[in-house]
């Protein structure tokens, strides 16, 4: 496993561990305001996952699909964790060729700002993003008083996926 894989699926594991933690949560507590980032549990796990959809799309040359805008009605965390999955499968999917080709400094066009940016760059960018509001989740989920908060590292990531492949 090289680190693509190793960072990918780190960022899926532990985006997916603390929507787990959050199956319990009544719509009060995932939907309470507060005066960091996206403000609620909700409201910043639906922009997280809607980063990852997004540049998938715009990195495969899809048009960004609106089904996905982080504003629409609040989704059950069952529904986020299955866009979670589909996110996560076609991000992979997307670098994995990029790394295949060793396409990581090619340009290509950002169809919402025509901006040009590096495949490596915007995956780099999506891993990072998730990373900073999985951050603030932990915060939020400790401010409403949830237990057993993973620390979300890449090292208990790998741990947790050598045990479920039999080894450690």
């Not at 999506?126 to 509001?133: G, K, N, Y």
């Amino acid at each position: 496993m090289d680190l693509l894989d190793r960072l990918l699926q780190h960022d899926a594991w532990t985006t997916r561990q603390l929507l787990s933690l959050c199956e319990d949560l009544a719509d009060e507590q995932l939907d309470r305001q507060f005066d960091i980032g996206h403000r609620s549990v909700r409201a910043t796990l639906a922009h997280l996952i809607w980063n990852m959809e997004a540049w998938g799309d715009l990195m495969a040359g899809r048009p960004v699909d609106p089904q996905n805008d982080p504003r629409r009605p609040r989704q059950s965390v069952r529904e986020l964790i299955q866009r979670l999955d589909a996110a996560a499968a076609q991000l992979e999917t997307v670098a994995r060729a990029v790394a295949d080709r060793d396409g990581w400094d090619q340009l290509w066009t950002d169809s919402l700002d025509g901006q040009q940016r590096t495949y490596g760059g915007t995956i780099a960018h999506v891993i990072t993003h998730s990373m900073h509001h999985r951050a603030q989740l932990l915060y939020l989920l400790r401010l409403l008083g949830v237990e057993g908060l993973p620390e979300g590292d890449v090292l208990s990531w790998e741990r947790q996926h050598e045990r479920l492949r039999g080894g450690v």
